[in-house]
């Protein structure tokens, strides 16, 4: 990108992404359209460097710290009855700009993935009492590409973090990332919350993820969220919003109580301002009220996705949040008829040892032995026995083979290798495309050998 291209118009950059969608790509009035809030005590937070904070601490390898009858929504608007007025999205390989391209043609995520200069903290402000959003921006003022829903990770120190983009690229000057704080002690997001402030400078490389709407075309769509789950949902919302998409979109969110919900007024603003997006919010905390809160009541369930949704099978759902919640969810999807092929799920959990039901369709670990295969890295001229329980990604690092990574949760593609002889196991959470797999192709993070196996390592 040249000199030139940021003296473009947004108008134009707008045109590139949208190119040929049938949603309309109108710029919005020079107006703020986030309800966002403003705390005053950016310039009090006492400086922390980073080298001081995390000298005593052990690095951890979490990614993201992580109208219907019967339903009170935001909005009373119905979705336009026309069913000449089709969506919305135009699929990721009809964007303008270069499309993203794995080994042999297939999907990359990480493809464009890039170190970039340092982002700046241009503005940082509460959410809700122990979440909060920070405004990220080049000191270069140049754009940023990335998809709705797509996310980042973060270089602190000797820590790398993921964190879900918040922000629109419509925006395209600046990145939003919003951090919950982990209370089991998560350094880097409660770092962050404590003592990041404007004009602090962080690196960051992305975009990964291929959880984004943009990718499939479809002009009925429900969101499905829980709690800091929400995030990249909101960045889609903020897409569809900011585009004037005429999509049939629906969006369903769990929260513990009203303290908890996440961008609540700028939810609000969208419901009323956008005919063709309904939102609706359930608490599960028992203590909640029909006085305090008007709204549902109680865990996200098939009852509650029927009537917010009676159409559910022609619509694209996407569902995000913790790994207990995202099972059940799932089950409750799939039972009311949604075809398996239209559920997208973002996970926040990194690819180690977990409990989760049996019927989740989640990697299950810790698993057992397979049997004895004996692992060949060919460059490395290398051979490891293996029992089928460890990734490949875990063999190499115990083999001293370094490949890279970022997310260990098979969304980024960063540690893509090539299998050149025997067979692999992949698990669900592996976002691998099928033309990839097919020329033997597979994520080291997710996927664990079934026989004895020769690797282009």
């Known amino acids: ?193 404590d003592h990041l402030k404007i004009g602090d400078k962080l690196y960051l490389k992305g975009p990964f993820g291929k959880f984004s709407c943009a990718i499939q075309t479809c002009g009925k769509m429900l969101f499905v969220a829980a709690g800091s789950g929400i995030v990249p949902i909101m960045s889609m919302l903020r897409w569809l919003a900011d585009t004037d998409s005429r999509a049939d979109v629906l969006v369903l969110l769990s929260f513990r109580n009203l303290e908890d919900i996440i961008y609540r007024d700028e939810l609000k603003l969208i419901a009323a301002r956008h005919q063709n997006i309904k939102i609706a919010i359930t608490l599960t905390t028992d203590a909640i009220t029909r006085y305090q809160w008007p709204g549902l009541i109680g865990r996200v369930n098939e009852k509650k996705i029927a009537e917010l949704s009676p159409d559910l099978p022609e619509r694209m759902v996407y569902l995000c949040g913790p790994d207990a919640f995202m099972a059940e969810c799932k089950n409750h999807l799939l ?65 001293g083979i370094k490949i890279s990574h970022e997310c260990r949760n098979g969304q980024c593609g960063e540690c893509m290798l090539k299998c050149l002889k025997g067979k692999v196991e992949l698990t669900a959470q592996a976002e691998i495309d099928d033309h990839s797999r097919k020329k033997g192709w597979v994520y080291a993070c997710c996927a664990y050998p079934t026989s004895d196996l020769v690797l282009d390592m």
């Open 1 to 193: 990108m040249n000199n030139n291209d940021n003296k473009k118009s947004a108008g134009f950059w707008v045109a590139r992404l949208f190119k040929k969608a049938v949603a309309s790509h109108t710029m919005p009035q020079r107006k703020i359209y986030y309800a966002h809030r403003y705390h005053d005590g950016h310039n009090a937070l006492k400086r922390n460097p980073f080298s001081v904070l995390f000298s005593q601490a052990d690095p951890e390898r979490t990614p993201g710290e992580p109208g219907a009858t019967g339903l009170r929504l935001f909005s009373g608007h119905q979705p336009p009855a026309s069913k000449d007025d089709p969506a919305v999205i135009e699929s990721a390989q009809a964007v303008g700009s270069q499309p993203l391209q794995g080994p042999n043609g297939g999907f990359n995520p990480a493809k464009n993935a890039v170190f970039s200069d340092q982002f700046t903290v241009l503005n940082c402000y509460d959410e809700t009492p122990d979440t909060k959003t920070f405004r990220l921006g080049r000191p270069d003022g140049q754009i940023f590409d990335y998809l709705p829903g797509q996310y980042i990770t973060l270089s602190i120190a000797m820590y790398k973090r993921s964190y879900s983009l918040a922000s629109s690229p419509t925006r395209s000057k600046n990145l939003e990332i919003t951090v919950k704080r982990d209370p089991n002690g998560g350094v880097v997001s409660n770092w962050l919350n």
């Open 335 to 399: 039972a009311l008829g949604l075809p398996a092929e239209k559920l997208f799920c973002e996970s926040f959990t990194v690819n180690s040892p977990v409990t989760l039901p049996k019927d989740s369709g989640l990697d299950q670990r810790p698993r057992s032995k397979t049997g004895s295969y004996r692992i060949t890295f060919a460059k490395s001229s290398k051979t490891i026995v293996a029992d089928g329980r460890m990734t490949l990604l875990e063999l190499a690092e115990k083999s």
